[in-house]
């Protein structure tokens, strides 16, 4: 660990970049290995760590400005953010929220954090992951907007900050500057032209989405929707890019969806779901995998138990002679594998919680 200094007076104590493993895998900076999950792909490259500042480059995929170069069609390109063939030299849209995710502790799970986690956490975490991460030179997090909690009897001083923050991007042309968005997908609703995406606790200011963006979005992200409709305790999370017009209306340009439980852990499937509902039943802990820029049928860790003997892969398998495919990704770590097609298998064992060291379970 190091100290370092974020802003004119502010000290943070933060992890060693690439040290997350060389932690007790039952300490809250333990880090599972980058292979289980996408991280692996894009550490180094794409995210790049600066220990002597404490600072962290990120390269996107996506455009910031009208007059970047749009990510070629299969990139993140069209208007959605799909992920299969992206760059590992560069962060597709869902690959930034994961990231900031995963350095919210968000992806993150001990039996004391149960009924901790609301948007008011949750969305306070995420500014914080932002802090310190610049892309293009510029800080992440006066480009990020994530909405505050919504408060009816503050709501025109909430509608005033929020016109503050979009404020220096209500500009026309090539000039134009985008934003990101990230928040709780509440409904997509018709519009007078194209429908509009009303984002929980941003209630007086929805994004404005074409019909072809739309169709695109439904097409992408059809498995999220579904998931969602299932999942009445679920959050749907949106990360979009977004412009802001002279009359100060914002109008997505890119969108990505990531599907969450009840304790905002992500999940991409009812197995992973089934999986995941299984161990916080079990009161266990672990940390969820996320799949960053790899497509779907890559194959990476649902997530990694921690308070095993030794840290423990959790695999979710369609074949059985897919163990050979786990094999070469789970290299030194203990592994657990589920064959979809059959019984689940017991978890195993979690050893003594006596003997676990203190982790952070303030939500």
């Known amino acids: 660990m190091y ?16 040290s997350g493993l060389e932690h007790a895998h039952r300490c809250a900076s333990y880090l599972p290995p980058d292979e289980l999950s996408g991280l692996g792909q894009v550490l180094g490259s794409a995210i790049t760590e600066e220990a002597d500042c404490g600072l962290t480059a990120i390269e996107l995929g996506f455009r910031m400005s ?21 760059d590992p030299n560069r962060l597709t849209l869902r690959a930034v929220l994961h990231y900031l995710w995963q350095e919210a502790d968000l992806a993150t799970w001990s039996p004391g954090m149960g009924g901790k986690r609301n948007w008011r956490v949750v969305s306070w975490y995420l500014r914080q992951a932002a802090r310190g991460k610049f ?4 800080p992440l997090a006066t480009r990020l907007y994530i909405p505050e909690p919504f408060n009816v009897e503050k709501k025109t001083e909430i509608a005033a900050r929020r016109l503050s923050a979009w404020a220096p991007m209500q500009q026309h042309g090539s000039a134009q500057q985008f934003m990101m968005l990230i928040g709780e997908l509440k409904a997509i609703d018709p519009a007078r032209f194209g429908h509009k995406l009303v984002i929980k606790h941003l209630p007086d200011a929805p994004l404005t989405v074409d019909d072809t963006l739309l169709a695109r979005l439904n097409k992408r992200f059809g498995d999220e929707m579904e998931l969602w409709q299932t999942d009445d305790e679920g959050h749907l999370i949106v990360i979009a890019t977004f412009s802001v017009s ?22 991409e499937s009812l197995f992973d779901k089934l999986l995941l509902d299984t161990a916080l039943d079990a009161r266990r802990r672990f940390t969820k995998s996320l799949r960053y820029n790899l497509a779907p049928d890559v194959p990476m860790a649902s997530l990694v138990l921690t308070d095993t003997e030794t840290p423990t892969a959790a695999f979710l398998l369609t074949r059985d002679d897919n163990r050979e495919a786990v094999a070469e990704i789970a290299t030194g770590i203990d592994v657990w594998t589920w064959v979809i097609t059959e019984d689940m298998p017991a978890l195993p064992p979690a050893v003594d919680h006596r003997l676990t060291l203190p982790s952070n379970e303030h939500y």
Do not use: C, H, Q
């Open 135 to 138: 892309t293009k030179g510029k």
């Open 246 to 267: 002279r009359a100060g209306l914002a109008t997505a340009e890119e969108i990505s969806l990531v599907m969450t439980d009840r304790n905002w852990l992500p999940y």
């Open 3 to 18: 100290v370092a200094k974020v802003g004119p007076e502010k000290y943070v104590i933060k992890r060693m970049p690439d």
């Open 66 to 86: 009208k007059a970047e170069r749009a990510a070629p069609t299969g990139a993140g390109g069209g208007g959605v953010s799909d992920s299969v063939a992206a």
